[in-house]
């Protein structure tokens, strides 16, 4: 994948008040109506034919785009890895990253560099739109202006939102505990487990107890993804079939199994075995929630007992997006014991311990 860095002469003061990068990897944002009535991918460098109040932000805008704009559905490690490692060479000249993405895999992505981006002190933020910037209703021209506004702002000469986060529809959420619950209205996304980061209204009302203090230390990047994970969902009627076609999936290191409320699995004797098997061979069984809220607690029901007791761990309040990210990139920087130790740890606030 190649990258070109766009020139936007936002008419910004000798002195700007800040620098934000701006990443463009495709989506719906960024498209446009061609002479036949197709929308196809714009040249990024026009926006502010689009977007005219970015001269008034007082900002150096920088953008760095994909030479060829991806749909999110074609995102995957590669693209992390790419994404993650402009942020590393450009995080000395910039305050704050704006990642301009498709909303299917958003959270996907933005889980994942909240893993990758190790000792993060500046803001990442995920934003998009559910219509094109072309189009009259669009929510792309809030969406990103904010989101610049968000990546940039600063307390006391620190960022104020130092996390991977996603803003859409006037609303902050932290990056690894969002899932997109919604296509055809503009309140794509949802955290169930974890407040608001920040509302945006009149003006951007920050909720500090909800945002994560900035480490200390360097930026370190974790760009080693093994994609040998699965998802396994249950569901009334399950067969031993469906089951075992996952669980003996070719070289696959970890699976992703998501139960009923706070963990719960039917107690089928053959269930038990082939899971047991598995974690015999070597697979990692994370277990969360089917739930959209709450928490898995391994062992609180005769139904989850069994399972704590062949090894499974459980996935607290993991979101399926952020299980299968940390999964990855956990189990490609590290070895098994390691690995699951730290899948069990909140590394980035994605997980209630």
């Known amino acids: 994948m190649k990258l070109k860095r766009l020139q936007v002469n936002t008419a910004s003061p000798a002195q700007p008040r800040g620098s934000v990068l701006v990443i463009y990897t495709g989506g719906t944002f960024g498209m446009a109506f061609d002479g036949s009535g197709t929308l196809v991918p714009f040249d990024f460098s026009r926006i502010l034919g689009y977007l005219p109040p970015l001269k008034h932000l007082a900002l150096e805008l920088n953008v760095v785009s994909f030479e060829t704009p991806i749909d999110s559905s074609n995102m995957g490690p590669d693209h992390w890895r790419i994404i993650a490692e402009v942020i590393r060479d450009e995080y000395d000249r ?22 990758m981006l190790e000792g993060l002190s500046k803001p990442v933020v995920f934003t998009g739109a559910q219509l094109p910037v072309s189009e009259p209703r669009s929510d792309a021209r809030e969406n990103l202006i904010t989101a610049i506004e968000i990546a940039s702002a600063k307390k006391d000469g620190k960022a104020i939102v130092p996390e991977v986060c996603i803003y859409f529809d006037y609303e902050l959420l932290r990056g690894n505990r969002s899932r997109k619950v919604e296509s055809m209205q503009f309140d794509a996304f949802d955290s169930g487990n974890y407040p608001l980061l920040a509302k945006a209204g009149v003006k951007i009302d920050y909720n500090h107890s909800a945002i994560r203090q900035a480490p200390e230390g360097p930026l370190r990047l974790h760009t080693r993804v093994d994609p040998r994970i699965a998802i396994l969902k249950l569901f009334p009627g399950i067969t031993r079939e469906a089951v075992r076609s996952v669980l003996r999936t070719p070289d696959v290191r970890g699976v992703v199994l998501e139960t009923y409320g706070s963990g719960n699995a039917p107690t089928l004797p053959w269930l038990v075995a082939e899971l047991a098997d598995a974690i015999a061979r070597g697979v990692v069984v994370l277990n969360i929630s089917q739930c959209p809220g709450g928490m898995v607690i391994l062992g609180r029901y005769e139904t989850s007992k069994e399972l704590l007791r062949i090894g499974v761990i459980g996935g607290s ?24 130790e730290l899948i069990q740890t909140s590394l980035a606030g994605e997980m209630s311990v």
């Open 94 to 115: 910039n305050d704050g990253f704006v990642v301009l993405h498709g909303t299917d895999t958003m959270a996907y992505t933005a889980s994942a560099l909240s893993f």
């Open 317 to 340: 309040d993991l979101t399926t997006e952020a299980a299968v990210t940390k999964m990855m990139i956990l189990m490609g920087e590290y070895d098994r014991d390691r690995a699951v």
